[in-house]
């Protein structure tokens, strides 16, 4: 092996681990929480009901994609209320409606009372503006 093939040799073998440590580009797309409709439930809850032999619930389970802990929920949620309880639940603090409409209330009055504010302010001015220029008449002070 001559000089020339050495460098070569670790030219390539470089290039390699160049190769080998630069990251890979492709964006993994980030995992979507799997959502079942309650047709489906119900399905899966059928089978599940029908096995008898000794592993057929884990074959159906590894069918369908579905975990153990998947059948026990669903399950209490069918003796709760079938195909309603079955529903997909809404994540996340439940919203009061009352309390909802409560601060919406609060914010109008809140508006509505800095304009009356400003309408005050604005026909103060203008009283004041009419005394200067010596526009009140006598209808205009007798009013309180």
């Known amino acids: 092996m001559s000089h020339g093939d050495v460098i070569q040799s670790s030219r390539n073998s470089r290039q390699a681990v160049d190769i080998a440590i630069q990251p890979d580009p492709e964006v993994i797309p980030k995992a979507e ?3 079942f409709t309650a047709e489906y439930k119900l399905r899966v809850l059928a089978e599940a009901d029908a096995c008898t032999k000794r592993g057929e619930i884990g074959a159906l389970l590894r069918r ?6 998947h059948l026990d929920k669903w399950r209490t949620q069918r003796q709760r209320g079938a195909l309603q309880a079955l529903a997909p639940q809404k994540r996340g603090p439940k919203v009061d409606a009352q309390a909802a409409e409560i601060a919406r209330l609060r914010r109008e009055n809140e508006r509505l009372q800095a304009r009356l504010q400003q309408a005050e302010t604005i026909i103060e001015v203008q ?3 009419s005394v ?6 006598s209808e205009s002070d007798e009013r309180p």
Do not use: D, F, H, N
Request: no cysteine.
């Open 127 to 129: 009283k004041k503006l």
């Open 33 to 35: 929480r799997r959502r």
């Open 64 to 69: 369908e994609g579905l975990y153990s802990s």
């Open 132 to 137: 200067l220029l010596g526009l009140t008449t």
